[in-house]
């Protein structure tokens, strides 16, 4: 008698559903601040797309689990499974996969304060999106980027890369995210620093405003948002 048999394509179907809505409810803990439960979903996840022989979701599916790890305090592992994740998105060829894997790693890396190898990381997935014309990954990596030279002081930098994608924004109609309320904080900051007071003001309020829309004062699970809004409040004393 066989075993290991692949599923029919009704229970594949079945399998996938299940496995999605299990990764759904790991970035409901995850921004709940469960971590350990987020990480119990992601890995449930990750076994059943295993299974189902599908390599671009195990790296959705990886990348998410190393969020996760990070805010545990796992750098090592978060890092060695975006690694992973990379890995799989090129071998799906799945080209909205492998160059955020620079940006993650970027994030991480910069908030462990090793921003030199941040940067060579945001680098690499800038050159990709600019000769994709890739605007939302060039917004992102952009405002990545800055948050790491707005912490060395390197104000004239962080500044002319969020201005540069303050203009790919405008021409580039999106849903907004947490990503565009991090822009917004970072902005503000950069031109607060510069003593542009108005122009800080005025980011400061698109970025309240994303905040309230968005719910991001109850999101435990980006270090980023966390400190963005802490440092908006002290911008404002």
Avoid: K
């Amino acid at each position: 008698m066989e075993t290991n048999q692949p599923p029919s394509a009704d229970a594949a179907a079945e399998q996938f559903n299940e496995a999605v809505a299990v990764r759904v409810a790991g970035l409901t803990h995850q921004r709940a601040g469960e971590a350990r439960q987020a990480l119990a979903c992601f890995a449930s996840a990750r076994g059943i797309f295993i299974h189902l022989q599908q390599p671009a979701q195990v790296a959705w599916t990886l990348q998410n689990e190393a969020q996760v790890l990070e805010l545990l305090g796992r750098h090592d592992e978060a890092l060695a499974h975006l690694s992973e994740a990379e890995r799989l998105f090129r071998l799906a060829d799945e080209h909205s996969g492998w160059p955020l894997m620079y940006r993650r790693r970027g994030d991480l890396l910069r908030r462990q304060g090793r921003h030199d190898e941040a940067l060579t990381e945001y680098d690499q997935a800038l050159a990709h999106y600019r000769r994709e014309g890739d605007a939302n990954g060039i917004i992102a990596t952009l405002s990545s980027r800055a948050e790491s030279d707005l912490a060395r002081q390197d104000l004239a930098r962080a500044h002319a890369d969020l201005r540069d994608a303050l203009g790919q924004l405008r021409t580039c109609p999106r849903r907004a995210g947490d990503v565009d309320f991090l822009f917004f904080a970072r902005i503000a900051r950069a031109e607060a620093a510069l003593g542009n007071r108005e122009l800080a003001r005025e980011h400061a309020t698109q970025a309240h405003d994303l905040a309230r829309e968005l719910h991001l004062d109850q999101d435990r699970g980006n270090p980023d948002v966390a400190d963005n809004l802490r440092r908006l409040t002290e911008l404002e004393r």
